[in-house]
């Protein structure tokens, strides 16, 4: 666009030398005026404007060729990244549809498992069969949680932060060149109401997305971090990767927009998946420093363990 608009002022400059436009504010400068004096002098005064003509003609047309073409180019390259955003999002719900029946199906054996357990429990009075049991009843019941709340978006469970640290943990934490840290300051028995698997995805999203930011560094680092103040509990993810400019932060929620060589549907699933719980999304980001996104559960969606409501 800068060469659009250079062209265009090259153009209008010409417009400067051409004798006949002076009375209407043209080529007031002394060097314009100089020109067009000593054209005139010499009967050269015709020749000037045809050529003066021509020349601003030749800039501002190619000017508005090149802007045509820009424009033409900007529109393939939008629709080639909402094609590939749309493929990509269509491969993910057929994959989700798939991976729901296949949880739906576990539905079967877990209750299964939890009426055989049952009868044990019932047939056998000997105490360490019973610890046994009462222990394979408490898998059995997380384990059908996870499935329902893989299966139901609205499907919201009291979680502490220690459970979902540790979950995050062992979904996400295991080979990678990065270095994860933690500063772990909210109280780790503190509960916030959510749908674990869904919020565990956006969170490892968010850490996936600063991996990429610090990818190649020396010293590159990602921490975790948990606060706590009167508002309610913080989660960041902060990264000592270049950071984010102003002018990528308002577009970054957008599905398929990313910094990167392939588009992005990651942050806008992060916001929906925060906004679902009544949570917000922040963002900090300075250029040469790194990014931490904030994911804010307010007072109402916590809860210390034990507290009666």
């Not at 424009?71 to 798939?98: C, F, H, P, Y």
């Not at 270095?179 to 996936?208: C, G, H, S, W």
């Amino acid at each position: 666009m800068s060469f659009v608009f250079s062209q265009l002022l090259f153009g209008y400059q010409w417009l400067d030398i051409v004798p006949v436009l002076t009375p209407y504010g043209f080529g007031g400068g002394e060097i314009s005026t100089f020109i067009k004096a000593t054209a005139v002098a010499i009967g050269f005064d015709q020749t000037l404007t045809v050529y003066s003509l021509l020349f601003s003609a030749v800039f501002i047309v190619h000017a508005l060729v090149f802007a045509v073409y820009l424009t033409v180019v900007e529109q393939k390259w939008k629709i080639r990244k909402d094609l590939e955003s749309a493929r990509l999002e269509m491969v993910e719900a057929r994959s989700g549809r798939e991976a729901l029946h296949l949880v739906h199906d576990l539905k079967t054996p877990l209750s299964l498992m939890e009426g055989l357990n049952s009868l044990i429990q019932m047939k056998s009075p000997d105490p360490d069969i019973q610890t046994y049991t009462s222990k394979i009843s408490d898998s059995i019941r997380a384990t059908s949680d996870m499935v329902s709340e893989i299966l139901y978006d609205e499907k919201k469970n009291w979680c502490s932060l220690h459970t979902l640290v540790e979950y995050v943990r062992q979904n996400k934490l295991s080979e990678s060149s990065t270095i994860y840290q933690f500063d772990l300051q909210a109280p780790q028995d503190v509960e916030i109401y959510i749908n674990k698997i869904r919020m565990t995805r956006a969170i490892v999203n968010l850490i996936d997305n600063a991996g990429d930011a610090v990818e190649g560094q020396k010293d590159a680092q990602v921490l975790i971090r948990t606060e706590n103040d009167p508002s309610g509990i913080w989660i960041g993810i902060e990264d000592n990767g270049p950071g984010i400019s102003n002018r990528d932060i308002q577009k970054i929620w957008n599905a398929g927009f990313s910094t990167k060589n392939h588009p992005g549907v990651g942050l806008s699933f992060v916001k929906n998946v925060i906004d679902e719980h009544g949570a917000m999304l922040d963002i900090e980001s300075e250029t040469g420093i790194g990014t931490t996104f904030w994911i804010h559960f307010p007072k109402e969606r916590t809860r210390h363990e034990h507290t009666d409501h």
